[in-house]
């Protein structure tokens, strides 16, 4: 699982490197625009595989998939991390001054760091030493900053693109029904428990 979720960079990695050096590659005429889309891409998708482990572990009962779902979390904060330093790095060129006001002056931008902000310490508060310090229950309800910034994310993605709002659209769904899931379940179960007039 490591191996297939670390894939998609060692083929953006190799085809970047192509490009580099002026080869035949696989990232079109702008190699750093389509790196900034893809990997911002990759960081959405496998934040909603993530997000998608316990609805698919509830309705199948496979309690297997429990275990990738940190392993995924991380690699979404993985490709989020590389979308922000292909932006840094290769679209502004490490000028650090005109990083900070593309993040002050365009709101897309702005979102979008809040996104990464957020996901931040959910990466590194991921390990068991983490949960033990900080109690199973304070651990929970830091870790439900992922559904603010899977939101944001995509707001991000929306803001960003100029015309077609196709793909955002998509994943606006797939996390409005994912997290629906999860409103859906703490209702159903809050109403069990809830003693009869």
Not at 46 to 69: E, Y
Not at 114 to 135: D, E, H, N
């Amino acid at each position: 699982m490591f191996l297939v979720a670390l894939l998609p960079a060692l083929y953006l990695g190799w085809h970047f490197w192509l490009a580099w050096t002026n080869q035949p590659n696989a990232l079109g005429a702008e190699p750093v625009e389509y790196l900034e889309h893809e990997t911002g891409n990759l960081g959405l998708r496998f934040l909603a595989i993530s997000l998608a482990v316990t609805p698919l572990r509830q309705l199948t009962g496979w309690n297997q998939l429990i275990k990738f779902r940190r392993m995924l979390g991380l690699f979404a904060f993985f490709y989020v991390t590389l979308h922000l330093v292909v932006f840094a790095a290769l679209d502004l060129e490490l000028r650090l001054g005109e990083v900070a006001a593309e993040i002050v002056k365009r709101p897309f931008i702005t979102i979008g760091m809040a996104a990464w902000l957020m996901l931040l310490p959910l990466a590194v508060t991921s390990t068991k030493g983490w949960i033990r310090r900080l109690g199973g229950r304070r651990w929970n309800r830091l870790h439900q900053l992922v559904y603010v910034a899977a939101v944001a994310g995509v707001i991000h993605f929306w803001w960003g693109q100029k015309k077609d709002v196709t793909e955002p659209m998509v994943f606006a769904v797939i996390f409005a029904a994912l997290l629906g899931w999860r409103l859906w379940r703490r209702f159903a179960v809050d109403a069990r428990r809830t003693p009869a007039a």
